[in-house]
């Protein structure tokens, strides 16, 4: 498969709490994005990380990356009900962009 | 930020007619533009790559004679389902980037076109 795989597939938890996501790939890469999709709609970008970055900030995210375990994780901080939705990594090789299997989180209020 | 924008946002066709999608960057120049589907709950499946002026470079089990790609501008990219049935009943979400052909930088997402064939 050309996708790249993403656990978990699902995730719930309360508001407050912290959401972490993995994002792992086969080849090697020039950068990896990750992006939120709500239901039905179209991609939001959330944080690009080159593939000499190890760690981004981008408010309540922080992205690290891990080129030797070719793996990603993002993680949400104090979730709020709104940050529902599913998250897709994509990497970025030579000349495309392959995505994950995503990971649909629920935060419950 | 960079834009894409798409149009249709949504568009119902019967079965067995054809259905164009447009594709424009709205504030940059994309040498390369790509074309991806998504089936519900699934994740986003890369149909083709397409640089302007240049036939596009099709995902394999992608069907070129299916799925037109026509990249006649640094802005424009359009996507033709032809003789579409239900099957071809999708999301089409398309993205830009200004690099040529190589994915240095980022890619800027359109926001979706929902094709339902009835």
């Known amino acids: 498969s050309q996708q790249g795989e993403e656990d978990p597939q699902a995730l719930s938890i309360q508001e407050g709490e912290n959401a972490t996501m993995n994002c792992s790939y086969k080849?090697?890469?020039?950068?990896l994005q990750w992006y939120r999709q709500n239901s039905g709609r179209g991609l939001v970008h959330l944080i690009l990380i080159r593939s000499n970055e190890r760690e981004k900030h981008s408010g309540r995210l922080r992205v690290t990356l891990d080129t030797s375990k070719k793996s990603s994780s993002l993680l949400i901080t104090a979730s709020r009900a709104a940050d529902t939705a599913s998250y897709f990594c994509a990497t970025g090789g030579t000349y495309k962009y392959i995505f994950g299997t995503g990971t649909r989180l629920k935060v419950l209020a | 930020g960079a834009v894409v924008s798409q149009h249709p946002s949504w568009v119902i066709c019967k079965s067995g007619t054809s259905v164009k999608i447009e594709c424009r960057s709205l504030d940059f120049q994309a040498t390369t533009m790509f074309w991806y589907r998504q089936f519900p709950k699934q994740s986003l499946m890369l149909m083709a790559t397409s640089n302007e002026g240049s036939k596009a470079t099709y995902e394999q089990g992608v069907e070129k004679d299916k799925f037109l790609i026509n990249h006649a501008s640094l802005t424009l990219s359009t996507l033709t389902v032809t003789s579409a049935h239900p099957e071809d009943s999708s999301f089409y979400i398309c993205?830009?980037?200004?690099?040529?052909?190589?994915?240095?930088?980022?890619?800027?997402f359109g926001p979706g076109t929902r094709l339902t064939v009835t």
């Open positions: 080849t090697s890469i020039n950068n």
């Open positions: 993205s830009a980037s200004a690099d040529a052909g190589r994915t240095s930088y980022e890619q800027y």
